[in-house]
């Protein structure tokens, strides 16, 4: 993250964002962070630990949790 020099003007898209872990903490930072990932549970729980939107993907296109 401090490579990338996120500022509150930012929108940060994380793909395959897991957890949610890096999401969380680029949501202190940036204005806006968006999140992708294909698995369920993992999306699920980054959604609700890391208070981002995230876009759940599947094979037939994102859908959104």
Do not use: F, K, M
Request: hydrophobic share 50%; glycine share 8%.
């Amino acid at each position: 993250l401090q490579v990338a020099a996120i500022d509150a003007d930012d929108v940060v898209l994380d793909v395959g964002c897991g957890s949610g872990y890096l999401a969380a903490i680029a949501a202190r930072v940036a204005s806006a962070v968006v999140a992708v990932e294909s698995d369920e549970a993992l999306a699920a729980q980054a959604s609700a630990e890391a208070n981002v939107t995230v876009a759940r993907t599947t094979r037939g296109g994102p859908t959104r949790r």
